[in-house]
């Protein structure tokens, strides 16, 4: 079996030295292939994707396990007029022309504002992170200059305030990273950053996909990672992998099983390497396949048992940030002299 290890500080890695195990989930609902599905075609690729985040919920607390959801802004609104709604405005008309306007009632697709009231209030405590922004625009494409960026960026901020959430955590839709300085102007102290593999700095290109569809094939082991520091104060806890799609023309060529055997060596890595393995993943990934929640719950079986039994940590993205900020305090505290130390230092 190979593993995956990077250079980090002796202090990084006694810090999850027991290994830790990471959940992230992007919660984005339609909003999220409205660029390549109509809704019909969504909901024929994801039956009851609806269904499948409520699913996804239960089996976390069942478990025991706290998750972190990076939700879109738009889908905590609970109406909206659409592409011509006052908080729409300033961003690419061309990205916006099919925004349907309603509520959960009449739009459920797009609206779930007691959805995210669930994810507020479940036990054990889920993190509620901000996926994008308001509408899920990418922040590479052409259109969406940086003032673009920093609208879409505020307004999601705002949609979840007002459902009661103050998101301190961001991922960035399709992984497509740009504008990480005005991340930190809004509260966010964490992003989940691109697994730290070729297959994903090749993005969504020929080449990439089939580095990760070979990735699959291999069952190779996914990354161990730790915290990056991107700009003062704000941390980059990369993704170690995420779900491999099950539709059923993948799972023709790929066994569903590797998704089951990945995961099980991402497990042993963080625990072996005292590192950190962030496992990633769509709740219509789950939806595409007969076999999606077996396979999801399985997993979630192995974590459990890793957690009892061999100490691994379970933690959200913003619990490893808190972390960090701890132990630079802590170390900064030890430096400082001792006020008597001082006093006498300056009465010499």
Excluded at 11 to 20: I, K
Excluded at 174 to 201: I, T
Excluded at 240 to 254: E, K
Excluded at 276 to 294: D, K, R
């Amino acid at each position: 079996m190979q593993f995956h290890r990077f250079l980090v500080s002796n202090s990084m890695q006694t810090m999850f030295e027991r290994g830790v195990v990471i959940l992230s989930i992007d919660t984005e609902q339609i909003w999220g292939y409205r660029d390549s599905l109509t809704e019909s075609q969504f909901q024929s690729r994801f039956p009851d994707a609806l269904g499948a985040h409520e699913k996804l919920l239960v089996c976390l607390r069942a478990a025991d396990v706290s998750a972190t959801w990076f939700v879109v802004g738009g889908m905590a609104l609970r109406e909206s007029a659409g592409a011509r709604d006052p908080r729409m405005s300033g961003l690419p008309s061309g990205w916006t022309a099919g925004i349907r306007s309603g509520n959960e009632e009449t739009a459920p697709l797009w609206y779930r504002a007691s959805f995210v009231q669930r994810l507020r209030e479940a036990c054990p405590t889920q993190e509620i992170g901000l996926h994008g922004g308001l509408t899920h625009l990418i922040w590479t494409d052409a259109d969406a200059e940086r003032n673009v960026v920093r609208r879409e960026l505020c307004e999601g901020v705002l949609a979840l305030e007002q459902a009661f959430v103050r998101p301190h955590s961001f991922s960035f839709p399709r992984n497509q990273e740009a504008h990480h300085e005005l991340l930190p102007a809004c509260g966010v102290h964490c992003y989940r950053g691109r697994p730290p593999a070729l297959a994903w700095r090749l993005g969504r290109t020929l080449s990439g996909a089939l580095l990760r569809a070979l990735d699959e094939l291999r069952c190779t082991t996914p990354p161990v990672v730790w915290p990056q520091e991107t700009l003062p104060g704000l941390w980059n806890i990369p993704a170690s992998m995420f779900l491999y799609p099950m539709g059923p023309a993948r799972a023709r060529v790929i066994s569903i099983r590797s998704r089951v055997e990945r995961f099980s060596r991402g497990l042993e890595a963080a625990a072996r390497f005292g590192g950190i393995f962030h496992f990633s993943l769509h709740p219509e990934n789950l939806a595409e396949s007969p076999c999606g929640f077996s396979i999801f719950e399985e997993m979630l079986l192995k974590l459990v048992r890793a957690r009892d039994e061999s100490g691994v940590e379970i933690l959200t993205i913003s619990d490893v940030t808190e972390r960090i900020r701890r132990k630079q305090a802590y170390a900064k505290q030890k430096q400082q002299p001792y006020p008597d130390i001082l006093e006498a230092h300056r009465r010499c």
